[in-house]
């Protein structure tokens, strides 16, 4: 995941297309930052809960970065 958005984040021929890979990269850093604070420190349900949804925001960057690329004309997408 983190590599898709370090991609396109370099080499996304649009700037919709770079910044929605530098989104992909530093949401899915925080989740994992997140993620881990929840487990080293055992934390209450609403911080769970608040992981997983920065989960689903690393799903709905990944899907619209996904959706973006795809839309992008062949010539375009060879950068």
């Not at 959706?67 to 997408?77: H, K, M, V």
Request: glycine share 8%.
């Amino acid at each position: 995941i983190v590599g898709m958005g370090i991609h396109y984040e370099r080499r996304g021929p649009d700037p919709t297309t770079r910044r929605l890979g530098s989104l992909l990269v530093y949401l899915f850093m925080f989740q994992v930052g997140v993620g881990t604070f929840n487990v080293i420190l055992a934390v209450p349900v609403w911080l769970q809960m608040f992981h997983l949804f920065c989960a689903d925001l690393v799903w709905l960057s990944l899907v619209l970065l996904t959706a973006q690329a795809l839309s992008l004309p062949q010539d375009a997408s060879k950068t």
